[in-house]
């Protein structure tokens, strides 16, 4: 199932990309995809860590309250840049990262660091290192609903 | 015209975030807070940009192209920063705190 999505998802890329209909094109196309994925399948590189097919639906879903997030902390961090005295005080704090898996664990942190504001310095065992540009940020971190929305991988728990 | 219309105002918003995260850059004080300052630029700013010229496209295959390109800038921006992040911490570059 993994593989065949993979494929599909290969060949769209490589339709979007081209945008050739002939068929000797779109042959060519079908065997690169195939080579590609055969590669893939042979280096082991297509698992549940670098490629969550069975999130997806809820990848798609964290997204969209990632946007949402995002627009809000740019809002915050635009007010803070335009303001006649600078208003941050930088602040350097561990979180814990609750999630159970690293996949999620991992999604935690680049979303911490795709929101403006505030930025993961290292992710060891379970703690997080967080660079924010204010209390607020961390407090915000803090009260953990970030957290919560990250889809949790409950297959492969480390 | 109202895609028009509304095409430009996210191009011109875009380019108003990407030279005020510019002035921020100037305005903070270290080399962490000023990855915030260039952290609404990775985004905003960007996703800004593309909406306004996929408006301009249309429903075509260079639209996909510019989602495409939203998509990958989305998935390595936030790698990028950590790594600069990570490198500056391990290489001993104290943070300026904050009271």
Redesign the interface.
Known sequence: MRIVSTATLIFIFWFVLSGHTSNLLIILGIASTGLTVYLSRRMNIIDAESYPFHLSFSLFRYNLYLFKEILIANIDVIKRILSPSVAISPQVTELPASQHSDLSKVIYANSITLTPGTVTLELSGGKLKVHALSHEGIEDLEQGNMAKQVPEDKDHIS | MLVDILSWVCLMLGSL?GI??G??LH????F??R???A??T???CAALFLLGLGLQIGVA?AS??LL?IFLFI?LT???A??SL??AA?IGGLK?????
Do not use: E, Q
């Not at chain 2, 305005?27 to 270290?30: A, K, L, Q, V």
């Open positions: 975030l005020i995260g002035i921020g305005r903070f004080p270290d962490y807070t990855l915030h300052a952290g609404t990775d985004t905003l295959l996909l192209k495409l989305y921006s936030p790698t920063s950590h992040a990570n911490m943070p300026v705190l904050g009271k």
